[in-house]
């Protein structure tokens, strides 16, 4: 029943000890009321990534939280933390009534300017003004979405402001930011998406607290013993332990399939 956070995990670090520090506070809180612990995934949120990595991996010195340790750099970006995080928050009980009709409100406004965007045809005279013009040929854009337009290099939302303006389409600079983000990386992002949906599905696989690794054929015994010290909660997770590999973790999600068929059914 104790919750840890900090040095004593093996961090170093002001950040590192307050982001385990929210994730054992809220989960002694959850311990006392008798629920389930919170678990953050990995291609959702760095405190995920620094949590995960602790107790898969293990600290030989010091560890430090660094954006090159995630696999979904393009997810996790400062500009859609509050995205990946509030909703969370939410749920447990932490953001309050304004500052969650804030973040629906900011999404709200994302998503009314992308629609826009994704819509709306450009028509050089529409705004002769725009200091698109400055950028490339506006003849050469002409009938092309908006979005089509943003996705070329060094091409800006201000370099549209005449038109958002006349649209009612002029947001904020932060949603203006969030907008941009999502529509130039759009590719890069999705495909992100994909493999995060692929980590997903595997970390649905639940591993059995009670697995006994010992037993399984196939395993080597540094895996085995790897695998019973850690007792990761799923296949994941159980992959991402140095030296387990791939194979071993195929024979762990046969063995808890053929579990799962044995148990007669209720
Ligand atoms: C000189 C120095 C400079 C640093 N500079 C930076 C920096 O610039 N940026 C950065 O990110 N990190 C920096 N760090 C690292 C950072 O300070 C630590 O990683 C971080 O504070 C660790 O937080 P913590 O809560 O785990 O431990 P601590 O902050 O050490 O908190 C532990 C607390 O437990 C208390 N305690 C200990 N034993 C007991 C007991 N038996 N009963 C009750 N209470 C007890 C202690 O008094 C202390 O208040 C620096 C560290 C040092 C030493």
Redesign the pocket.
């Known amino acids: 029943n104790l919750f840890h956070?900090?040095?004593?995990n093996g961090?170093?670090?002001?950040?590192?000890?307050a982001a385990q520090g929210i994730v054992a506070g809220i989960n002694a809180a959850l311990r006392a009321q008798g629920q389930e612990p919170v678990v953050f995934p990995r291609q959702e949120s760095y405190i995920g990534i620094l949590v995960d990595d602790l107790v898969t991996r293990g600290v030989d010195e010091p560890y430090r939280m660094f954006t090159s340790r995630s696999e979904f750099r393009l997810l996790l970006r400062i500009d859609n933390a509050d995205r990946r995080l509030t909703p969370r928050g939410r749920a447990l009980g932490l953001v309050g009534d304004i500052a969650y009709r804030r973040f629906e409100e900011k999404y709200a406004e994302v998503e009314r300017v992308r629609t826009f965007l994704r819509g709306h045809r450009f028509r050089p005279e529409e705004a002769p003004d725009a200091p698109l013009a400055g950028k490339l040929d506006p003849s050469s854009v002409k009938g092309h979405t908006l979005e089509q337009i943003l996705r070329r290099p060094a091409v800006t939302l201000s370099d549209l402001e005449p038109v958002l303006r006349k649209h009612g389409c002029w947001a904020n600079v932060v949603v203006r930011r969030s907008v941009e983000i999502e529509i130039r990386y759009e590719g890069y992002i999705q495909q992100q998406a994909r493999d995060a949906a692929k980590l997903d599905r595997l970390s649905a696989r639940r591993i059995p607290p009670d697995l006994d690794y010992h037993s399984i054929d196939g395993l080597s015994r540094e895996v085995r013993e790897k695998l019973s010290r850690i007792r990761p909660q799923d296949l994941a997770m159980a992959g991402r332990i140095p030296g387990v590999t791939p194979a071993a973790v195929s024979i762990v999600g046969l063995q808890i399939e053929l579990r799962q068929r044995k148990r007669p059914s209720p």
């Open positions: 956070a900090g040095q004593i961090t170093t670090g002001y950040e590192e000890a």
